[in-house]
């Protein structure tokens, strides 16, 4: 996902200060900038007709006129000194937004068909410098021409045909608008993002809390509404006590939300009801995701300081040359380079699970 990143996600700023600290640079270069090349005309704090009145002023004192050569040569170097600098700045909102469009992909490849996959990877392509915002929620509209132009730049989308482009669209759930004569079609970014959101719920619950486990909060991620035990248990074929056991740990780790109901007549009956909460629940799932993430790294800095040389000196075993790695030393190489292959990989998926949640 984090391969091949556009060129636009660094911005180039040329900078001109004069006697800027690094911390007072640092700040102005961090602030959002149109990544243009732009000058500060420089202030010497030095009156300009006051040294001219001075010049023709004999009465000036030699030590003036050299104080006057002086930061007028001052002038020059830092003016020559800081149009040579180059500073760059990360741009931040690029970056996630295009890791945001990788995450889309990545959930549509899972659910529907290359076609649709190659459609929507034209549309956001084709789209991308157009958006204004990280957090989108619809693509930016796109006529029927330009979308075919943009998916036969691709390998996978010159067999396409124009039935082809249109069943994909219809796949992707696109809304079309009419913007004057033209008609255009736009992404639902918002419906695919939480459809990835909930299917990493689903999987955590799942590995956490086991299949019947999962088929109820299934059942309640859809429904959307509160729905009481015995309406649940029947509905997933889950034993009415297992299903009330499930249902007490999931809201003790709040998965999910409960809410008791007593009504009284002939007999007093209290029923529970039961719903998922999914902006607490998602704050909770980010905030696990961000320890897991730290965890990761930890364990693997932790690895890599177990491993020493026979002077108890950190080792490079990872860097060990193909003809020592055999005995002892080839036993610690092969140890090695397989922990941080799965430390590297999981906190990859990680991170890309990380992604759908970011700014939720």
């Not at 005309?41 to 009465?59: R, W």
């Not at 429904?223 to 003790?252: G, H, P, R």
């Not at 629940?281 to 696990?288: F, N, P, Q, R, Y």
């Amino acid at each position: 996902m984090k391969e091949n990143l556009p060129l636009c996600w660094w911005h180039i700023t040329i900078l001109l200060v004069e006697e800027e600290t690094v911390e007072q640079r640092a700040i102005t270069v961090a602030a959002p900038s149109d990544g243009e090349r732009f000058a500060i005309v420089i202030d010497s704090g030095t009156d300009v007709t006051a040294e001219a009145k001075s010049e023709g002023n004999p009465s000036t004192s030699i030590g003036e006129k050299r104080k006057h050569e002086a930061l007028e040569m001052d002038r020059e170097a830092m003016a020559t000194i800081c149009e040579k600098e180059v500073l760059w700045r990360a741009n931040f909102e690029e970056f996630v937004r295009h890791l945001r469009h990788e995450a889309c992909v990545a959930n549509v490849r899972t659910r529907l068909d290359d076609g649709a996959v190659t459609v929507l990877n034209a549309m956001l392509d084709g789209t991308r410098r157009a958006e204004k915002k990280v957090k989108t929620e619809n693509s930016v509209p796109l006529s029927m021409d330009a979308i075919l132009e943009e998916v036969i730049k691709s390998e996978e989308g010159r067999s396409m045909t124009l039935e082809h482009v249109r069943a994909a669209l219809v796949q992707l759930g696109c809304h079309s608008s009419t913007r004057g004569t033209e008609e255009g079609y736009s992404v639902d970014l918002k419906n695919i993002i939480e459809i990835a959101q909930n299917d990493e719920v689903e999987s955590i619950v799942l590995k956490r809390y086991g299949k019947d486990a999962y088929r109820i909060y299934r059942l309640l991620s859809k429904a959307d509404s509160l729905a009481e035990t015995d309406k649940i248990a029947d509905t997933t074929f889950v034993d009415k006590k297992e299903t009330l056991k499930i249902l007490y740990k999931m809201w003790k780790d709040d998965y999910l939300h409960m809410e008791k109901i007593v009504l009284h007549g002939s007999t007093q009956a209290q029923f529970l009801l039961w719903k998922v909460n999914r902006h607490c629940l998602w704050e909770g799932i980010l905030d696990e995701m961000r320890h897991a993430a730290l965890n990761l790294s930890q364990r693997m800095a932790y690895e890599l300081e177990q491993e020493h040389d026979m002077l108890g000196q950190p080792s490079q075993i990872l860097q060990l040359p193909r003809e020592k790695r055999v005995g002892e030393l080839g036993k610690r190489f092969e140890r090695t380079r397989k922990v941080k292959i799965l430390l590297e990989s999981s906190l990859m998926k990680l991170d890309d699970a990380l992604m759908l949640f970011h700014d939720f």
